[in-house]
Protein backbone atom coordinates (compact mmCIF):
# COMPACT_ATOMS: atom_id res chain seq x y z
CA UNK A 1 0.00 0.00 0.00
CA UNK A 2 1.61 3.55 -0.61
CA UNK A 3 2.40 5.76 2.26
CA UNK A 4 4.19 8.51 3.10
CA UNK A 5 5.94 8.80 6.39
CA UNK A 6 8.16 11.72 7.99
CA UNK A 7 9.65 11.08 10.71
CA UNK A 8 10.31 14.20 12.09
CA UNK A 9 6.70 15.58 13.93
CA UNK A 10 9.06 18.70 14.99
CA UNK A 11 12.01 20.78 14.20
CA UNK A 12 13.68 23.69 15.00
CA UNK A 13 16.67 25.27 13.57
CA UNK A 14 18.38 28.92 14.47
CA UNK A 15 18.10 31.41 11.65
CA UNK A 16 20.96 30.96 9.00
CA UNK A 17 21.44 27.27 9.54
CA UNK A 18 20.71 24.83 6.63
CA UNK A 19 17.48 22.97 7.15
CA UNK A 20 16.42 19.23 5.35
CA UNK A 21 13.28 17.74 6.39
CA UNK A 22 12.93 13.99 5.86
CA UNK A 23 10.31 12.16 3.50
CA UNK A 24 9.99 8.20 3.08
CA UNK A 25 7.46 6.77 0.52
CA UNK A 26 6.01 3.59 -0.28
CA UNK A 27 4.87 3.36 -3.76
CA UNK A 28 4.90 0.70 -6.33
CA UNK A 29 6.16 2.69 -9.26
CA UNK A 30 7.78 5.59 -9.87
CA UNK A 31 5.91 8.40 -7.83
CA UNK A 32 4.63 11.63 -8.05
CA UNK A 33 5.95 13.72 -5.04
CA UNK A 34 5.47 17.15 -3.70
CA UNK A 35 6.69 19.21 -0.77
CA UNK A 36 3.85 21.66 0.45
CA UNK A 37 4.00 23.99 2.98
CA UNK A 38 1.28 25.54 5.09
CA UNK A 39 1.84 28.52 7.37
CA UNK A 40 -0.26 29.25 10.41
CA UNK A 41 -4.05 30.04 9.70
CA UNK A 42 -3.21 29.48 5.63
CA UNK A 43 -3.85 26.64 2.83
CA UNK A 44 -1.39 24.68 1.28
CA UNK A 45 1.23 26.43 -0.90
CA UNK A 46 3.14 23.91 -3.06
CA UNK A 47 7.40 24.43 -2.48
CA UNK A 48 8.28 21.96 -5.62
CA UNK A 49 7.68 18.58 -7.18
CA UNK A 50 8.92 15.70 -9.01
CA UNK A 51 7.66 13.41 -11.36
CA UNK A 52 10.42 12.70 -13.71
CA UNK A 53 13.91 13.88 -14.82
CA UNK A 54 16.58 15.52 -12.68
CA UNK A 55 16.52 13.90 -9.24
CA UNK A 56 17.37 17.20 -7.65
CA UNK A 57 14.30 19.35 -8.19
CA UNK A 58 14.23 23.37 -7.29
CA UNK A 59 11.45 24.75 -6.16
CA UNK A 60 10.08 28.22 -4.53
CA UNK A 61 11.78 30.22 -1.52
CA UNK A 62 15.18 28.57 -1.99
CA UNK A 63 14.18 25.12 -1.40
CA UNK A 64 15.47 22.24 -2.97
CA UNK A 65 14.59 18.37 -2.80
CA UNK A 66 16.50 14.84 -3.69
CA UNK A 67 14.34 12.02 -5.23
CA UNK A 68 16.29 8.94 -4.64
CA UNK A 69 14.97 6.12 -5.67
CA UNK A 70 17.07 3.29 -3.71
CA UNK A 71 16.30 5.08 -0.26
CA UNK A 72 12.68 5.46 -1.68
CA UNK A 73 13.21 9.32 0.16
CA UNK A 74 12.35 12.85 -1.15
CA UNK A 75 14.57 14.84 1.53
CA UNK A 76 13.76 18.77 1.24
CA UNK A 77 16.56 21.01 1.97
CA UNK A 78 17.43 25.18 2.25
CA UNK A 79 20.84 26.17 2.59
CA UNK A 80 20.12 29.03 5.33
CA UNK A 81 16.42 29.54 6.63
CA UNK A 82 14.85 32.37 7.48
CA UNK A 83 12.36 32.88 10.21
CA UNK A 84 9.21 33.34 7.87
CA UNK A 85 9.96 29.77 6.76
CA UNK A 86 8.46 28.91 10.38
CA UNK A 87 5.59 27.03 9.27
CA UNK A 88 4.17 23.27 9.08
CA UNK A 89 5.64 20.92 5.82
CA UNK A 90 4.00 18.14 4.17
CA UNK A 91 4.93 15.71 2.07
CA UNK A 92 2.59 14.20 -0.50
CA UNK A 93 3.23 11.44 -3.18
CA UNK A 94 0.61 10.25 -5.47
CA UNK A 95 -1.63 9.26 -7.47
CA UNK A 96 -3.16 6.29 -6.07
CA UNK A 97 -6.43 4.19 -6.54
CA UNK A 98 -8.27 2.80 -9.13
CA UNK A 99 -7.75 4.91 -12.52
CA UNK A 100 -6.15 7.82 -13.15
CA UNK A 101 -7.91 9.89 -10.19
CA UNK A 102 -4.99 12.41 -8.99
CA UNK A 103 -5.43 11.64 -5.66
CA UNK A 104 -2.32 12.33 -3.11
CA UNK A 105 -1.07 10.92 -0.03
CA UNK A 106 0.06 13.51 2.55
CA UNK A 107 2.79 13.18 5.16
CA UNK A 108 1.88 13.90 9.05
CA UNK A 109 3.74 17.00 8.49
CA UNK A 110 7.03 18.19 9.88
CA UNK A 111 6.66 21.42 12.23
CA UNK A 112 9.47 23.78 11.53
CA UNK A 113 10.50 26.66 14.40
CA UNK A 114 13.35 29.27 13.58
CA UNK A 115 15.26 30.15 16.28
CA UNK A 116 16.60 33.88 16.14
CA UNK B 1 -1.61 27.86 -10.93
CA UNK B 2 -5.30 28.17 -9.91
CA UNK B 3 -6.55 30.85 -7.78
CA UNK B 4 -8.93 29.24 -5.20
CA UNK B 5 -11.48 30.79 -2.43
CA UNK B 6 -13.39 29.93 -0.30
CA UNK B 7 -16.37 30.70 1.40
CA UNK B 8 -17.02 31.14 4.86
CA UNK B 9 -12.98 30.97 5.98
CA UNK B 10 -14.45 30.49 9.13
CA UNK B 11 -17.47 29.64 11.67
CA UNK B 12 -18.41 28.65 14.72
CA UNK B 13 -21.59 26.51 14.62
CA UNK B 14 -23.89 24.87 16.79
CA UNK B 15 -23.95 20.68 17.36
CA UNK B 16 -26.80 19.22 15.14
CA UNK B 17 -26.74 22.25 12.64
CA UNK B 18 -25.51 22.07 8.91
CA UNK B 19 -23.19 24.10 7.34
CA UNK B 20 -22.06 24.61 3.64
CA UNK B 21 -18.71 25.48 2.12
CA UNK B 22 -18.15 26.77 -1.06
CA UNK B 23 -14.97 26.39 -3.63
CA UNK B 24 -14.56 28.82 -6.40
CA UNK B 25 -11.68 28.60 -8.92
CA UNK B 26 -10.54 30.89 -11.40
CA UNK B 27 -10.59 28.39 -14.34
CA UNK B 28 -12.22 25.67 -15.36
CA UNK B 29 -10.66 22.40 -13.47
CA UNK B 30 -11.97 18.89 -14.14
CA UNK B 31 -10.27 17.20 -10.43
CA UNK B 32 -11.56 18.60 -7.13
CA UNK B 33 -11.06 17.32 -4.07
CA UNK B 34 -12.23 18.12 -0.38
CA UNK B 35 -10.33 17.60 2.29
CA UNK B 36 -10.26 17.89 6.35
CA UNK B 37 -7.78 18.96 8.66
CA UNK B 38 -8.33 17.94 12.43
CA UNK B 39 -6.48 19.85 14.75
CA UNK B 40 -2.22 18.91 14.63
CA UNK B 41 -3.30 16.52 12.10
CA UNK B 42 -2.50 15.91 8.04
CA UNK B 43 -4.56 16.35 5.68
CA UNK B 44 -7.28 13.00 4.98
CA UNK B 45 -8.97 13.00 1.63
CA UNK B 46 -12.74 12.96 2.09
CA UNK B 47 -14.07 13.01 -1.93
CA UNK B 48 -13.37 13.75 -5.22
CA UNK B 49 -15.88 16.10 -7.40
CA UNK B 50 -16.14 15.86 -10.63
CA UNK B 51 -17.90 18.03 -12.75
CA UNK B 52 -20.95 15.73 -14.34
CA UNK B 53 -21.08 12.74 -11.69
CA UNK B 54 -21.40 11.64 -8.56
CA UNK B 55 -18.72 12.79 -6.05
CA UNK B 56 -16.44 9.87 -4.85
CA UNK B 57 -15.89 9.25 -0.97
CA UNK B 58 -13.07 7.91 0.93
CA UNK B 59 -13.20 5.01 3.32
CA UNK B 60 -14.73 6.57 6.25
CA UNK B 61 -16.74 9.46 4.76
CA UNK B 62 -20.14 9.14 3.39
CA UNK B 63 -22.36 11.12 1.36
CA UNK B 64 -25.02 11.43 3.83
CA UNK B 65 -22.72 13.34 6.26
CA UNK B 66 -20.87 14.88 3.60
CA UNK B 67 -23.29 15.87 0.54
CA UNK B 68 -21.03 17.37 -1.98
CA UNK B 69 -22.18 19.53 -5.30
CA UNK B 70 -20.18 20.29 -8.47
CA UNK B 71 -22.64 21.69 -10.64
CA UNK B 72 -20.11 23.41 -12.97
CA UNK B 73 -15.79 23.20 -13.79
CA UNK B 74 -15.31 26.37 -11.39
CA UNK B 75 -17.70 25.66 -8.49
CA UNK B 76 -18.14 23.08 -5.67
CA UNK B 77 -19.73 22.71 -2.41
CA UNK B 78 -19.63 20.90 0.89
CA UNK B 79 -22.13 20.48 3.19
CA UNK B 80 -21.27 19.02 6.76
CA UNK B 81 -24.09 17.89 7.96
CA UNK B 82 -25.46 17.30 11.64
CA UNK B 83 -22.27 18.36 13.22
CA UNK B 84 -20.62 17.43 16.01
CA UNK B 85 -17.27 18.70 18.17
CA UNK B 86 -15.66 15.69 16.18
CA UNK B 87 -16.34 17.72 12.90
CA UNK B 88 -14.16 20.57 13.98
CA UNK B 89 -11.46 21.16 11.70
CA UNK B 90 -10.56 22.86 8.85
CA UNK B 91 -11.63 21.78 5.41
CA UNK B 92 -9.89 22.83 2.35
CA UNK B 93 -10.88 21.90 -1.43
CA UNK B 94 -8.13 21.97 -3.94
CA UNK B 95 -7.96 21.63 -7.85
CA UNK B 96 -5.49 19.30 -9.99
CA UNK B 97 -3.86 21.29 -12.61
CA UNK B 98 -4.41 19.89 -15.68
CA UNK B 99 -1.79 18.36 -17.73
CA UNK B 100 -1.32 14.68 -15.70
CA UNK B 101 1.32 16.36 -12.97
CA UNK B 102 -1.38 15.33 -10.59
CA UNK B 103 -0.13 18.89 -9.01
CA UNK B 104 -2.44 20.38 -6.34
CA UNK B 105 -3.32 23.82 -6.30
CA UNK B 106 -5.47 24.38 -2.47
CA UNK B 107 -7.49 26.92 -1.20
CA UNK B 108 -7.14 28.85 2.01
CA UNK B 109 -9.68 26.98 3.93
CA UNK B 110 -12.79 26.87 5.97
CA UNK B 111 -11.88 26.60 9.72
CA UNK B 112 -15.24 25.03 11.71
CA UNK B 113 -15.42 25.05 14.96
CA UNK B 114 -19.25 23.04 16.72
CA UNK B 115 -19.67 23.34 20.20
Known amino acids: AQSVTQPDIHITVSEGASLELRCNYS??????LFWYVQSPGQGLQLLLKYFSGDTLVQGIKGFEAEFKRSQSSFNLRKPSVHWSDAAEYFCAVGPYGSGNTGKLIFGQGTTLQVKP | SAVISQKPSRDICQRGTSLTIQCQVDSQVTMMFWYRQQPGQSLTLIATANQGSEATYESGFVIDKFPISRPNLTFSTLTVSNMSPEDSSIYLC????????????FGPGTRLTVL
Open chain 2, 94 to 105: SVEREGGTHEQF
Open chain 1, 27 to 32: YGATPY
